[in-house]
């Protein structure tokens, strides 16, 4: 399997999914700007969501892909189509239990993400009702991690990249034609977060279908909770839960004490994290989605030198585009955060407040992708221990920086605790890996950061300057010319950083790599 042209396809679905991100989330900004109508939303997505990440993206796919892979690799096809199908059964009466829960105890939920909301009746019962109607998109979202993580084991990486377009465009659709007809706009957005949580699930089945993997769900689960398999997966999951999550608890947290500042702040802090996501998803999610099967191969075939030239690889590749997008989100915070929401209800002080976020956002981002990176590294050998003592130091961290961030940055501060509570991650990550000998680093490091250092400083200035040339708050009402600068500045930014690249002799053909 040649992983560059694996990543680049990867790349290009996720691209596809960010931009009709963005698109959802602009229409998002002029129909509702940001409001407690809008606070009411995120945090009732971000209850799902939430959960989504822990226990679907997070905890389930990094227990559940090594163990598949040395099942696949050592057992056979029929050994692993038993395992498929006994985690199936089990995940579904898990996940029932789950959503029945949380559909009936979402009062009690809503405050506890955000106990500011409270104060305002209307806007906590929206919340609520909100809540309830997205929950059902855990249960669609699990089984979607499922497929995703047999597809990938099985190599076939374009399905599961594709899938979140399918809740973009699901918000689309709700936001410009089903919005205007409800008597309250915004749970129409509640209804896209159902409907587009059950297309990316029926999207999988054909592709499970084709290699064989549609799961047989049975009605009684004692007799797969019997299955060795399914016991390790549940082993692993626990721990896995919270390691793979400490910056989504962090969030968690962040959203409390956001809904306790000023009304919008929320989602403020919502929108500011969409466009860190950005990169994240591009780089991080991506290559980790790689790395893990391959790194799972790698153990299972008991060869650690191939093991540490795949991690080596992913942080070089990490470091040369991850670097110049948090130095991006740095410099360009205002002109991204105006061109792309300053319209409409979305006022020229919720674009300061969400570019102050981002800026924070920008300086952890390195730290955010590198963790994505890193993890697989102990997760593919089936050790979770390691990263959950990290992640439990980190979460401290975390928030003791907030008791000393908020009181003076206030909004800014929470997603400066975060950043730099995943820097601390990734660090942390790195030595454990290198103290066990799992990853050595080959020759030419060095030389590799210094010619990135100065790529890096000249992209930033290009950046500052030709930036500071525009009025982009003033160009409010020239939707197109704005948005013509905004292609023009980071066009001189790409330009400069890949010609000082390409001047020091960075040549792409150097990051292709090929995986058994």
Partial sequence: MNLHKTLATIFGMTMLSRITGMIRDVLITRAFGASGYTDAFFVAFRIPNLLRRLFAEGAFAQAFVPILAEYRNKRGEEASKQLVDHVAT??????????????????????????????????????VLMTRIMFPYIGFMSLVALAGGILNTWSEFRIPAFTPVLLNLSFIVASLAVAPFLAEPIYALAFAVFFGGLLQLAIQIPALIRIGMLPRFQLNPRFALADPGVRRVLRQMAPATFAVSVAQVSLVINTNIASHLE???????????????????????????????????????GDPVEYSALL????????????????????????????????????????????????????GLIGLIVVKILAPGFYAKQNIRTPVKIAVGVLIATQLMNLIFVPKLALAGLALSIGLGACLNAIFLYLGLRKRGIYIARSGWGLFLVKLSGALFLMGGAALWTAGQFDWIAMQAHAAMRIGALCLVLGVCAITYFSALAAMGFRPSDFKRSAA
């Avoid at 996940?95 to 909301?117: K, N, Q, R, S």
């Avoid at 994240?280 to 391959?294: E, K, Y």
């Avoid at 740095?330 to 800026?359: I, Q």
């Fill in 90 to 127: 089990i995940l579904s009466w898990a996940l029932l239990a789950t959503c029945v829960i949380g559909i009936v105890g979402a009062p009690v939920i809503v405050y506890l993400m955000a106990t500011g909301l409270a104060a305002n009746a209307q806007v906590f019962d929206t919340t």
């Fill in 263 to 301: 009304l919008g702040s929320v989602s403020w802090l919502s929108f500011a994290d969409r466009l860190m996501e950005f990169p994240t998803a591009l780089l991080g999610v991506a290559l980790g989605t790689v790395l893990l099967p391959s790194l799972s191969k790698a153990h299972a075939a």
């Fill in 312 to 363: 080596d690889w992913g942080l070089r590749l990490t470091f040369l585009l991850a670097l110049p997008a948090a130095v991006g989100l740095a410099t360009l915070s205002e002109p991204l955060t105006a061109t792309l929401f300053h319209y409409g209800k979305f006022d020229a002080r919720a674009v300061m407040m969400t570019s102050h976020a981002l800026v924070a956002y920008g300086v």
